[in-house]
């Protein structure tokens, strides 16, 4: 189902997108409990090309999102971009798990893509990621 903001032009679609933002609604709610070791969770239909909040409650959350159902999302803290040459050309981590994090005790908005396969949590330790559909 195509969202209000899509029949805006790009440049009015930031505007639009914002009056659509919407409170968590009852049984829209998915408190995720999140651990040291990654976990893989396909991404809920409804998530699909809209804007997710996700509030890293207890501890920050790495995230890294998959459009690709053969190539999971996978998550390490540890993960770094290899880096060779002059000028230094970086490539993707080994095994393409660089996640990006959401500090404790805040909270992101994420564009999900259309065809969002999966997505990969990990935490800097226990806690849990409030995520809830962010617009209408």
């Given at each position: 189902?195509?969202?209000?903001?899509d029949k805006y032009t790009p440049f009015e679609q930031?505007?639009?997108?914002?009056?659509s933002l919407r409170a968590a609604i009852r049984g829209e709610i998915y408190p995720i409990t999140?651990?040291?070791?990654?976990?893989?969770?396909?991404?809920p239909d409804a998530w699909k090309g809209a804007?997710?909040?996700?509030?890293?409650?207890?501890?920050?959350?790495?995230?890294?999102?998959?459009?690709?159902?053969?190539?999971?999302a996978a998550a390490s803290i540890a993960a770094r971009a290899a880096e060779a040459g002059t000028p230094i050309v970086l490539t993707a981590p080994a095994g393409n798990n660089g996640c990006v994090p959401i500090a404790n005790g805040t909270a992101r908005e994420l564009q999900f893509p259309p065809n969002a396969d999966?997505?990969?949590?990990?935490?800097?330790?226990a806690c849990c990621a409030r995520a809830h559909l962010a617009e209408t």
């Open positions: 189902m195509a969202k209000e903001r930031a505007r639009v997108g914002a009056l999140v651990t040291t070791t990654a976990k893989v969770f396909k991404v804007l997710v909040f996700i509030h890293a409650d207890g501890a920050d959350i790495y995230y890294q999102i998959s459009t690709d159902a053969a190539n999971v999966t997505i990969a949590l990990v935490g800097s330790a």
